[in-house]
């Protein structure tokens, strides 16, 4: 009761629309008799637009013809940057005629969707869309249109409960300039699809059309309820619905506590109950000197130690990846970073497979590090000695984790989580030197020269592949349109 | 009719296919024979229809053609494909034509200058009887573009 007084109070501010049209995100079957199922039952039950994916049959489409709806035709592509928009300008325009030539005769089809999620803060893309608007212009005559999320300027930000609705983005068309709000379409997930979402859409709507997935009109538990609503408001809309308590949905992702504690037990106990991993911790940090003789003399053998240690910072690399990827990017951005790096797609995009994916990535360079230095410098005699000097500095990193850790839970500013990440990231990529810097003070077989074998083109390789990446132009749009889509 | 082809010949025509203009001295040369016999063994070839003919390869991008693209055309009825080919063969910007099995019924290779262009050839293919729908696909880059046709001993019967 409380949260529909508080409604009620809030949504005074808005006036109710003086008209409402409701619409459906339509999955159409393939079969046109399931088809045609699907098309009597919107029409029975109060929708008035369909808004389709790509070239639906001829059959169907004479069907939705009969019927009176008004369409809008979405090419279909998702997680449009500046630079995909550059390199397909030309088969993107191309589709656009397919689908137009495609479609023309059907008096019913009203707008052409160009793209659902795109760069559209960026001006350069926004002069792309243009110069491909006058290109199309003398052919295509619908408006064209685009789905994103609302903006911080938005009607939809001045009522703000956005954040249990993981909210509808916005298509907006127009002929003349893609700025224009036309209506909203629920993007959120069916369980979280409650009257209080509805009766929102309804009243932020303006009287434009709200379009719903047809996986939630055809949802058995939504389907009769939604019914309901829609005819209330089709009847009236001041109408005001019994409002379902607030759901929010959860993202608090507690097994990172339980990871990170179990790091943190991991070490504290190994270091209680093991003398020697205890005395070449505080060697490494309070004499340095000894510590790199003992190792490069194989005189300390804690060779579980060692795995234990490599162990820790396994689970810390999967962890801050997740943390990582969950506190910069929405679960929308990282769809789009997926969409873009299929690569990561074998991690499934879950949030498990960010950890594992962060996981294994860590242990193949460590790997590759260990492997490196053991058969470049002669004074090696186990592979536990280059590990241990190159998880050692890394000890620093469980304090950094801690801090980050922190920051998360307490919803610090992303800017010192960036800042503590890079720090992380700083003593994994550069342990590797560290290593090397105790294996020149204390090996008595290395040389200088054995550092063309090792720290020189490792540095090489960090330069190139920092180079790589930042003048990725492809990889920043799509890194900063993830970054975008909240 | 035999057309076996011996280690000369598929020498030679693989020669020919990377140098239609090869002089028939150099081909002799390079097969350990006559001109005279060079020059008899190219007849027949080209009699019994192995050399289809020699053509000039000209440099598409010279000519302003910017865009190559594969067009896949679904045609209703199959009444509707020789006049559907009839109309193909007769464009010039189309290259090749194929009647294919999968998703539509050819596909066409085209050569154009631009976007306004293929807007219009796209135009005039979808007023085609028969004609359904079509799926462009620009092709962004190229990186083998040959007529050549593996040939190995005793390729032909």
């Known amino acids: ?486 | 009719m035999s057309h076996h082809l011996d280690e000369i010949d598929i020498k030679m025509l693989t020669k020919l296919q990377k140098d239609g203009r090869v002089q028939r001295n150099k081909l002799a040369e390079m097969v350990d024979l006559s001109v005279p016999s060079v020059s008899e063994r190219m007849k027949k070839l080209e009699e019994r229809q192995l050399i289809e003919g020699y053509y000039a390869v000209l440099n598409a991008k010279a000519f302003h053609l910017d865009i190559t693209a594969f067009i896949f055309v679904e045609v209703d009825n199959s009444q509707n494909y020789k006049k559907f080919v009839d109309n193909a063969m007769a464009l010039s910007e189309i290259q090749e034509v194929h009647s294919i099995t999968g998703d539509g019924s050819h596909v066409l290779k085209i050569r154009t200058k631009n976007t306004v262009s293929l807007e219009r050839l796209l135009s005039q293919i979808q007023s085609w009887d028969g004609v359904k729908k079509t799926r462009s696909n620009i092709v962004l880059s190229s990186f083998k573009e040959t007529r050549e046709i593996p040939l190995t001993d005793g390729a032909t019967h």
């Open chain 1, 1 to 486: 009761m409380p949260f529909f007084f508080l409604f009620v109070l809030v949504t005074s501010w808005l006036n109710p629309p003086d008209s409402v049209r409701f619409g459906v995100l339509w999955d159409v079957p393939t079969d046109a008799i399931e088809a045609k199922k699907d098309i009597s039952y919107f029409q029975k039950n109060g929708y008035q637009e369909l808004m389709i994916n790509g070239i639906v049959p001829v059959d169907v489409m004479d069907l939705i013809n009969r019927y009176d709806f008004v369409v809008h035709i979405n090419l279909g592509h998702s997680f449009l940057t500046n630079t995909i928009l550059h390199n397909q300008k030309d088969a993107i325009e191309a589709e656009l005629y397919d689908f137009y030539y495609y479609y023309r005769t059907y008096d019913c089809i009203q707008s052409y969707g160009i793209f659902t999620y795109g760069s559209v803060f960026d001006e350069s893309f926004a002069n792309g869309i243009q110069v491909l608007k006058n290109r199309i212009a003398s052919t295509v005559k619908q408006p064209l249109y685009y789905i994103h999320q609302p903006d911080s300027t938005d009607l939809l930000h001045t009522f703000n409960f956005d954040r249990y609705l993981n909210y509808s983005p916005k298509i907006t068309y127009s002929s003349s300039e893609l700025t224009e709000f036309e209506g909203l379409i629920y993007s959120g997930n069916a369980e979280l699809f409650t009257s209080r979402v509805f009766q929102d859409m309804v009243y932020q709507s303006n009287g434009k059309t709200i379009f719903i997935p047809s996986s939630i009109v055809f949802d058995e538990q939504k389907q009769e309820m939604l019914n309901t609503w829609i005819l209330a408001f089709l009847k009236d809309t001041k109408s005001l619905l019994e409002l379902d308590p607030l759901k929010t949905e959860q993202n608090h992702p507690d097994y990172l506590v339980f990871l990170f504690w179990c790091c943190v037990v991991i070490f504290g106990s190994h270091y209680s109950f093991e003398p020697n991993y205890r005395k070449s911790v505080s060697r490494y940090f309070l004499a340095h000197p000894f510590f790199s003789a003992d190792i490069m003399d194989n005189r300390v053998r804690i060779s579980f130690s060692t795995i234990l240690a490599g162990f820790v910072q396994m689970i810390l690399a999967g962890m801050m990846t997740l943390l990582f990827f969950d506190h910069i990017l929405s679960p929308l951005g990282q769809q789009a970073f997926v969409h873009e790096f299929s690569y990561f797609d074998y991690f499934s995009g879950s949030k498990f497979g960010i950890f594992i994916a962060g996981m294994v990535q860590y242990a193949l360079f460590m790997s590759v590090q260990i492997f490196w230095l053991y058969f470049t410098i002669k004074d090696f005699k186990s592979i536990f000695q280059p590990a241990t000097l190159l998880f050692w500095p890394q000890l620093i990193n469980l304090f950094i984790s801690i801090i980050v850790v922190n920051a998360f839970f307490n919803q610090v500013s992303g800017f010192w989580i960036l800042i503590f990440s890079m720090m992380y990231l700083f003593m994994v990529l550069f342990s590797f030197f560290f290593a090397l810097n105790d294996v020149m003070k204390s090996g008595r077989k290395t040389t200088t020269k054995d550092l063309l074998k090792t720290a020189v083109p490792y540095f090489i390789i960090l330069i190139y592949s920092f180079t790589f990446y930042f003048s990725n132009i492809g990889f920043y749009d799509m890194l900063e349109l993830a970054y975008h889509l909240r």
